[in-house]
């Protein structure tokens, strides 16, 4: 006689009965037998459910009583049946119940001698059933593609790879198109097997920005992969720096597309030829242009047979000469007043803060313009009704439009009306948190980055076509502040804040479109600055940090270490700033109130530089940024309540 005593266990429903059965030799005593010790069930993620398992349990002689237990946690439901005929047997069903989660456990089944199992255990019990159940979800091997290519060019193709997930090995896809010129984009509509390499292979296509989204269905379940085409016009979009000083000759960078199609070129200011020309890449010239009046050149790439397409202009301005003055950041204090970046509008004498207030008092956070009419500076602002952190701005190379961000979005802003004028939420942020970085490049490619949980991600964002690339930045790269050279040929990346991220200091190249680590270390450091090619790079003390640096640092432009900056009397961070032609560095020091100077073209045999005399201040309220002119011919200093404006000497 057989019977049992069931046991309920996490997540599990078992019943197991075992009735009599046939006696058998007494001398060999009854027995259990398993047909399986172990079950593995696997499944893709919300997809097609896999089929049931069975365990035959079979009892050999005499009476058995049947105890059977369950622990850990696995969506499967359990049952049995038994059958009365010859040898008794008992059959356990494993059945997963969904596709949503996985698990582990074990059914311990016992058979007893009697039903308390006070005289002990057959033979070959107890015997313990381990049963996993893997559920593995579709995937692709890019969440994202991303193409690019100029106008009359189609992108080269890309590759991605469909998972082995169980279930059903083949796989179906479909296209659907979103945006842009429909009916671009070839993949294959199905396959039998997987994993599987899938070639996607776009046509050549229309300047502009192209979008679909791919669907693949496989084991019961279906996943969506967008696709994102940027095609370029051809033609001549930037020349940097925009602002030339009248009567002064000097070096600019041409940014475009289709620009070595041109051969044996000739750039033209205006009617003005330039006086060498040195083509880079397809996307980028350097030119040295004569001294120039003042006015504004059209700036173009021409042969004796065609001439390329040209939104560019160099503009030539007189040197800006303001008088010392102080203004007064109006209906800011110190807790509300925070100048997160400062910009400088060379064509408009201008410029701009960003005011981060991160008192919650979304009236505060705002865009500040101060521009100069030959004799005093007059005020306003544009409301952004955005809090701190996510603060951040730039300008366009061409000096057309000011980029701030909000949450998930880019504000193109006229910075003559003051105004936002567009708008753009890209497919790049979209759930993936509010940008809170931003840093221009000479192509008009902004760098932007979103700050969450230590985990930041970076894109460049182009501010003609007005959407994202994703950048190929590591995992643990972290929050970084970004600082652009005058040129816009590096933006340098530095570790602002004390987080357990990548110390290396990073800069983008903006001829390649990549970031690049040195071995440059950068614990925490609120401030930097750099010259207008980048040629000298000065980076903050840490602060708040274990085995911080201490000391401010002086790099050329391939990150050698040249000297460094004596200390200060108080490990508070130090506000710097670089000469345009790097030969001089700038630093505030805030305990002392003054503006220190160094000459960097003369060491002072001590591993620093030559001090020159100093500028004593007064300032109301902390200082965090200091700025200067492109001219190199005026410092302004802001603090939580005001800017100081100060001939640089």
């Known amino acids: 006689m057989l019977s049992s005593n069931t046991t309920r266990g996490i997540a599990v429903a078992l019943c197991l009965v075992l009735a009599a059965c046939p006696s058998s030799n007494q001398d060999d005593g009854p027995s259990l037998s398993f047909s399986a010790t172990s079950l593995t069930f696997s499944a893709t993620k919300n997809g097609d459910t896999p089929p049931a398992q069975q365990v035959i349990v079979t009892a050999n002689g005499g009476s058995v009583f049947i105890q059977v237990d369950a622990s850990g946690f696995f969506p499967i439901e359990v049952n049995e049946s038994f059958q009365f005929t010859g040898t008794a047997t008992g059959v356990i069903t494993f059945t997963p119940s969904g596709s949503t989660f996985g698990g582990s456990g074990t059914v311990i089944v016992k058979g007893c001698k009697d039903q308390f199992c006070l005289q002990g255990q057959v033979r070959g019990s107890p015997q313990t059933i381990n049963v996993s159940y893997q559920v593995v979800p579709l995937s692709v091997s890019a969440s994202r593609i991303d193409f690019s290519a100029k106008e009359g060019s189609a992108p080269g193709s890309q590759s991605i790879t469909l998972n082995s997930s169980p279930g059903k090995p083949g796989w179906t896809s479909s296209v659907t198109y979103v945006s842009g010129t429909p009916d671009w984009l070839s993949v294959p509509s199905s396959g039998l097997s997987r994993p599987a390499t899938i070639t996607l292979s776009p046509s050549s296509l229309p300047a502009g920005v192209h979008t679909a989204n791919i669907t693949f269905s496989a084991g019961g379940v279906s996943l969506t992969v967008p696709v994102v085409a940027m095609v370029h016009a051809l033609g001549l979009n930037f020349v940097s720096p925009y602002v030339a000083t009248t009567n002064v000759a000097g070096e600019v960078i041409l940014r475009g597309y289709g620009l070595s199609a041109i051969a044996n070129p000739q750039v033209m200011f205006d009617t003005t030829a330039a006086t060498a020309v040195t083509v880079v890449s397809d996307t980028e010239i350097r030119a040295n242009h004569p001294a120039l009046a003042s006015g504004s050149y059209p700036v173009t790439v021409k042969n004796s047979s065609q001439s390329l397409p040209t939104r560019a202009k160099l503009v030539v301005v007189d040197p800006p000469t303001y008088p010392f003055a102080v203004l007064t ?29 991160c008192s919650f008092n979304s009236v505060n956070n705002r865009i500040e313009r101060y521009r100069f009419d030959g004799a005093v500076w007059n005020f306003d602002f544009l409301s952004l009704g955005i809090g701190c952190p996510f603060a951040d701005m730039t300008m366009s190379p061409d000096g057309t439009e000011i980029i701030a961000l909000r949450f998930e979005s880019m504000l193109h802003v006229d910075p003559v009306a003051l105004a936002i004028t567009t708008t753009v939420s890209p497919i790049f942020a979209q ?11 000479n192509d008009g490619g902004a760098v932007a980055g979103i700050p969450i949980n230590q985990k930041a991600t970076y ?27 005058g040129d816009g040929t590096r933006l340098v990346l530095a570790k602002p804040v004390p987080e357990p991220t990548s110390n290396n200091l990073y800069y983008y190249d903006s001829s390649t479109g990549r970031l690049v680590a040195t071995p440059i ?22 602060y708040f940090v274990i085995d911080a640096i201490t000391v401010d640092r002086i790099f050329d432009g391939q990150f050698n270490l040249l000297g460094t900056l004596p200390l200060t009397a108080t490990l508070d961070p130090d506000v710097i700033a670089m000469a345009p032609d790097g030969n001089r560095a700038y630093r505030f020091v805030e305990a002392t109130s003054d503006i220190h100077i160094f000459d960097l073209t003369k060491p002072d045999g001590l591993g620093g530089f030559t001090e020159l005399p100093s500028i004593a201040v007064t300032v ?5 940024e200091m700025l ?22």
């Open 329 to 357: 950041r109006p209906g800011l204090t110190e807790d509300t007043g925070f100048a997160h970046k400062t910009v400088y509008d060379a064509e408009r004498r201008a410029f701009y803060i960003f005011n981060a207030d």
């Open 431 to 441: 759930g993936q948190g509010a940008f809170g970085l931003v840093g221009m490049a």
């Open 459 to 485: 894109c460049r964002y182009d501010v003609l076509l007005r959407e994202c690339t994703p950048l190929n930045a590591p995992s643990d790269i972290g929050t970084r502040n970004i600082y652009s050279t």
């Open 521 to 542: 270390l950068v614990r925490a450091a609120l401030h930097a600055g750099v010259s207008r090619t980048g040629s000298r790079v000065a980076i903050s003390k840490d």
């Open 620 to 624: 109301v309220g902390s200082v965090s």
């Open 628 to 649: 200067i002119t492109p001219d190199g011919g005026t410092l302004f200093l802001v603090s939580s309540q005001q800017v100081l404006v100060i001939p640089a000497p």
